[in-house]
C-alpha cells in the first residue's frame, strides 16, 4: 500500500469515518512490517485486534450484577436505619401535639342567655371606658386651656 | 457518634415549627392556663335578643354589625402572660391606639384594626397590676359606629 492511501486511511480512520472493508485493509496491513513512522499505529491496529479472553463477557457481566446489588443493598441499609429515627420523631409529635391539645383551655356551650349577658356586658365595659377616657380628655383640654389663659393674663398684665 | 448526627438533624428538621416563636392569633390566647374565655359567635349572636340600648346609650348601630366577641380574663400568673402575649400580638398588628387611660393603677388601651370585609377589630385592653381584661369585637363597623358609644 502506498504511503499516500495509507494516509488517507487512517485519517478516515481516526475520523471515524471508514469503512469496515477499509478497517480491514488497515488491519491486514499492520499485520506485517510497517515503516518507523507508522509504528504507534501498528501498536494500536494490534491492540484492536487482539482477541480477549472469551469467559471475559461473562465476568464483566458477573462483576456488574455483583456492583448492582452491593449499591442497592446499601440503599435498603439506609432506609431500614432510619426507620427508628422516624418512629421516634412520629412518636414525639404526637406526644407534643397531644400535650397541646390537653393544656387547651376547656370550652364551656353558652346559653343564649348567658351569651346576651356577656355581649351586654361587654358593650357597656366598652361604653364605660370609652366615656371615662373622653372625661379625662375633656379634663385636660380644661386644665390646658386653663394654663394657657394664665400665661396670656400675665403677658397682658405686663404689657 | 454516626447515629447520633442524623437521629439530631431528624428530630430538629420535624420539631423546629413546633417551637418557631410564630406571631399568635388573640384567640390562641385562650389556650394560656388560668385564662377565662368567653366567645360569641355570629350564629350565637343572632340568637340573642337585638341590644338597643346600654345605660342609656343607643348600642343599636354597633350590634348590629357584630360578627363575633371575645372575651379573655386573666388573674395573677395568667394575668403576666396573657398581658405579654397580648403586647407582642399588638405590636405585631402595628396599630396605633384609639385611646388610652390610666387610673389608679389601671391601663387601657384602646384599638381599631382594620381587616378585609367585616373582619374590622376593635380591642380593648386593660391591664391592672393582677388582672388584665381583653374584649376583642370583630365585624363590619367603623370607628363612627364606636363612637357611639360614648355619652353626647
Known amino acids: ?159 | 457518634m454516626k447515629k447520633i448526627i442524623p437521629l439530631l438533624l431528624l428530630i430538629l428538621t420535624f420539631t423546629s415549627p413546633l417551637y418557631a416563636q410564630k406571631v399568635k392569633e388573640i384567640s390562641e390566647l385562650s389556650k394560656i392556663k388560668g385564662v377565662t374565655v368567653v366567645q360569641i359567635n355570629k350564629q350565637l349572636l343572632n340568637l340573642i335578643p337585638k341590644i338597643d340600648q346600654v345605660n342609656g346609650i343607643d348600642t343599636n348601630q354597633l350590634s348590629g354589625k357584630l360578627e363575633s366577641i371575645l372575651i379573655l380574663n386573666g388573674e395573677d400568673k395568667a394575668a403576666t402572660q396573657l398581658g405579654k402575649e397580648m403586647q407582642l400580638i399588638l405590636k405585631s398588628l402595628k396599630v396605633e391606639p384609639l385611646l388610652y387611660a390610666s387610673d389608679e393603677g389601671e391601663e387601657t388601651t384602646m384599638y381599631y384594626v382594620e381587616g378585609s370585609k367585616k373582619e374590622n377589630q376593635f380591642i380593648l385592653f386593660s391591664q391592672e397590676p393582677d388582672e388584665v381584661s381583653i374584649i376583642v369585637l370583630k365585624g363590619s363597623f367603623t370607628p363612627q359606629d364606636i363612637s357611639t358609644l360614648v355619652n353626647k
Open chain 1, 1 to 159: 500500500m502506498d504511503q499516500k492511501k495509507l494516509d488517507h486511511l487512517l485519517t478516515r480512520f481516526y475520523q471515524g469515518e471508514s469503512s469496515l472493508e477499509e478497517e480491514a485493509l488497515l488491519e491486514s496491513y499492520f499485520s506485517g512490517d510497517v515503516p518507523k513512522a507508522y509504528q504507534k499505529d501498528k501498536q494500536l491496529f494490534l491492540a484492536l485486534s487482539s482477541t480477549y479472553p472469551e469467559e471475559l463477557d461473562e465476568r464483566l457481566e458477573r462483576f456488574m450484577k455483583k456492583e448492582v446489588a452491593k449499591q442497592r443493598n446499601k440503599k435498603t441499609f439506609f432506609l431500614k436505619s432510619l426507620i427508628p429515627y422516624a418512629a421516634a420523631v412520629i412518636i414525639m409529635a404526637f406526644g407534643i401535639h397531644f400535650y397541646r391539645e390537653q393544656t387547651k383551655a376547656p370550652q364551656q356551650e353558652l346559653t343564649v342567655e348567658e351569651a346576651y349577658n356577656h355581649t351586654y356586658q361587654a358593650l357597656q365595659t366598652i361604653s364605660c371606658k370609652l366615656n371615662k377616657g373622653n372625661k379625662e380628655i375633656a379634663l385636660a383640654m380644661n386644665k390646658q386651656t386653663d394654663a394657657v389663659q394664665r400665661v396670656l393674663n400675665k403677658v397682658n398684665l405686663k404689657k
